[in-house]
Every structure is written in C-alpha cells, then in structure tokens.
C-alpha cells in the first residue's frame, strides 16, 4: 500500500499526474480556499451530481479560518462540514484512484492528513422498463437495467428482509468492475457461498469485457465441447428475489442488465415467469407443454429423416410421412441447409433497423418458403418442420439452451445420416452421457434433482405447485 505523502502540493501533483488531469478532459478538478487553508477537488464528469457539488462548495466557501482552527484530522472537518452521508477517509493511493474512477469525489484539504471520498455520483443510465426477455402477460413489468446499484435497489424493494446481504466485489485488475452476491444469509447454504466467493476472487483478467459472460466464462468448468449453459441468467427483479428466497445466490455484474442465478441445474430451464402468474393448474399445463415441445424439437428431424430414409420402415397410418417430395438438394442437405439460412435470418434480424423489420420478415419467408419450393430446392415438407422447430426453439426462455438443443440436433441428424438406425442410437446415449457428465459452476450436480434424486424438489420443478410459506 502507497500511503498518501504528508505534504498536500507533493499529493496535488501526484493525483493531477495519475488521474489525468489535463490529459484526459473528463477528469475534473476544481481548487477552493476553505478557511484559509488551500484544497483541491478531483471529479469524473458525468458522474458527480452538479447541484450536490455547488451546494457543498458553496458552503465550504462560506467557512472562515476560526472554523478550521482546531481541525487536525480529515476526519474531524467530514464530521462538521460535509452534509454527505456516503463520505469516508483512506490513506491508500491506489485505492483512492481506484474510488475517483468508480465515481467518487476526492477531496484534499491543506493541513489535514488523508483524503476525503465522497459517494455522491450517478451513474449515466437508462430508465427502469420491461426487459426483452422474459416478458409476461401479467405480473410487473420492470426490469434489470445496465447499473448494478438500482438493480439492488429493486431487489431491496422485494424482499425487505435485514438478512438480504449485498456483498461487494472488485473484478478486473484493470477495469475494477463492481460485483454484487445477493443472497439471505440466514439461508443461503455457507459452502456453496464460500465457494462462489473464492471462484470469484480468483478471476485472473483485466477487464470483463463482455460483464457477466467475461465472469461466467472465467468461473465455470474448462468444458468447450459441452454446449449445456452452466448458468441461468434472467433480467426480471421478481424471478431473482424469488431465486433469493429459495436460498440461490444472485451475482449482479455492472454494465450488464442481465444478473446470474447460481447454483443452476438442468431443470432449472423448465421454468418461466408466466406460469407463477397464472393458477397452478394452468402453470403446470404450460410447463409440462414447454417441456414436450422443447424434447420434440430436438427429435423431429433426425426421427423423421430415419423413418424416410428406407422405404417400408413406416406403419401403413403413417405412410404420409414417407413420401417427400424431390429436390434438387438431398433430404440430409435441406435439413441442414434450412437450418443454416433460419440462424442466418435471425443473424441479420439483430441487424436490421425497426422501420425495415417487417418488410425483412416478408422477404425472408418468401425466399425460404414459396420461392424455394417453386424452384425445386427445398420440399414442403422440410420447410414445415423446420418451421415448427423454429417456433419450438422460442418456447424455451433461455438463449443458451435453444443454441444448445440446436447444435444437439444437428450433431443428432449427421451421426443417424451416417449409421442409421444405430447412429440415431448412439446420438440419443452421446446426448445423454453428455449431460450426465456436466459440470456446474457450483452446486449438487447439473441433473438435481435427479441425480442425487430428490423427489420433492423434482415434482417442484416439473409442476407449477400452490404458493408455500415461503411465497417463492
């Protein structure tokens, strides 16, 4: 630790060379006559509150040199002349640089050893509003935004409980990011959380570029062929504080509106917001339905492709499926060419301006659908159960995880293309032993509660169960 020097104009010019003051033109600082002692301001604009800094520089203007006659300590002039609540003394150079670059105020004065920080910043960001994803039909309509301190205030607002514990963390040797655990201390399990903190701290990277994918990429099992996600994201205040009051760990990550749901299993992606805002019976019909669509999707094609691929392998009643029609393609290359041009599409969505979004729409399902039929590349039937595989890729709520049936289902169709029967078979076990073979970022297993069976909390996750006592 680099103490601050005892003498202030060595500390002036210390800071004015660190910070950049001159050299970068958002570093703002400011020299005052407090009571006939010199001192010195030091501010990232943008950050601090105008109107709070005029109000607090005009008061310190205001004092005369019998007010700091008998101030020997910064202490001692923060708790008679700063109205701020959020103000503290350090010594530590680098950590004081550290607190002006995250948005504090520094404040020296001539005569008083150490250095005031004043918290009185506000963070550049946009309204709380409803996120894109995890949208319900009822429920509250707020959500994460891209600053971690109104993400804690909307956690607060739920759950307003002393034993909700908002744990800071500093991630990034260079970029200093904020990271906040949120959790109840009286029933988060203590392993699991000693766990999360010591993964935590020994992330070894400048800057999380990328916010919570840099933290999930640096923390979770080394497992790049593995495409199941290990963690569970969500952008919805009311599905994290009822992760909180289940025991769960919330890891919020600054600059990211999207927060971690630790530890996060398989089973875990069977659930969606909208169920808990309808009755049980209801929620459980879209959960079970959610779950059948999902498992469909990942098996459509490779069965459909090995049920046509040899005549007479169908039962006369399904003699319908059978018979597509000829292409120029092959069957194995329309399936794998559609589904190509179906990420391409969504690839160039992304990109495409919202005026020209439905004039994009249509010019894609022509081209894919009555365009490519006419020209005898793709078959009809191809393009309908792609477009349901399509629709059924949107029923499962996490990004991830669609991606991951996707990549399955295509790994699925090659290998059954290849060995037939006894590849569909060994696709299906490859698919099985991958995700017994998983490895959480923490927590019992990535199959519980299968593996290690618990029923309970099985029948919990599988249906959409009446409100308990811990209203979750």
């Keep these: 630790m680099e103490k601050l020097s005892e003498h202030y104009t060595e500390n002036v010019a210390w800071f004015n060379e660190t910070l950049g003051v001159g050299r970068s033109v958002d570093i703002v600082s400011r020299d005052y006559l407090i009571g006939g002692r010199r001192a010195r301001l030091w501010v990232v604009d943008g950050y601090g509150k105008d109107a709070t800094l005029e109000r607090m520089g005009a008061f310190w ?13 910064m202490q001692a002039f923060i708790d008679r002349f700063i109205t701020f609540s959020e103000t503290n003394v350090s010594f530590d150079r680098e950590k004081i640089v550290t607190d002006v670059l995250l948005g504090k105020t520094l404040l020296l004065v001539e005569g008083l050893p150490g250095a005031a920080l004043m918290d009185a910043k506000e963070y550049p960001a946009r309204s709380v509003g409803e996120p894109l994803d995890g949208k319900v039909l009822r429920g509250s309509h707020d959500g994460f935004i891209e600053a971690v301190v109104p993400n804690m205030a909307l956690l607060r607002r739920r759950i307003r409980d002393p034993h909700l514990t908002m744990e800071g963390h500093k991630v990034g040797l260079r970029s200093r990011t904020d990271a906040v655990l949120c959790y109840l201390d009286d029933k988060v ?49 009311d599905s994290a504080a009822a992760s909180i009051m289940e025991g769960s760990i919330i890891l919020m990550v600054d600059n990211s509106p999207s927060v971690m749901i630790l530890p996060t299993t398989f089973f875990d992606f069977t659930q969606e917001a909208n169920e808990f805002y309808f009755p049980p019976l209801v929620g459980s019909y879209l959960r079970l339905l959610r779950i059948i669509v999902f498992l469909i999707s990942l098996l459509i094609t490779p069965m459909w492709y090995l049920m046509v691929s040899e005549p007479g392998r169908l039962p006369s009643w399904l003699e319908f499926l059978s018979s597509p029609e000829p292409a120029s393609l092959g069957l194995l290359w329309q399936l794998l060419v559609v589904e190509f041009l179906v990420d391409v599409l969504k690839l160039a969505s992304l990109n495409t301006p919202d005026s020209l979004s439905n004039s994009f729409s249509m010019l894609g399902a022509l081209i894919l659908g009555d365009f490519a039929v006419q020209a005898g590349w793709l078959g009809p039937e191809v393009l309908v159960y792609m477009a349901f595989v399509s629709v059924a890729s949107f029923a499962q709520p996490s990004y991830e995880m669609g991606y991951a049936f996707k990549l399955l289902r295509v790994a699925l169709l090659l290998v059954t293309a290849a060995f037939d029967v006894w590849g569909f078979v060994l696709g299906i076990t490859g698919i099985l032993v991958l995700l017994a073979t998983t490895k959480p970022v923490v927590g019992k297993g990535y199959l519980y509660p299968l593996i290690p069976f618990n029923g309970k909390t099985l029948r919990r996750l599988l249906l959409r169960e009446p409100i308990s006592r811990d209203n979750t």
């Design 61 to 73: 203007l205001s004092l005369t040199p019998a007010d700091m006659a008998n101030l020997r300590e």
């Design 189 to 237: 399990d203590r392993e699991l959380l000693e766990e999360v903190r010591r993964k935590l701290d020994s992330i070894d990277v400048n800057s999380l570029t990328m916010a919570q994918e840099s933290v999930a990429e640096a923390i979770r099992p080394k497992q790049w062929y593995n495409p199941f996600p290990k963690v569970r994201y969500t952008e919805r205040p």
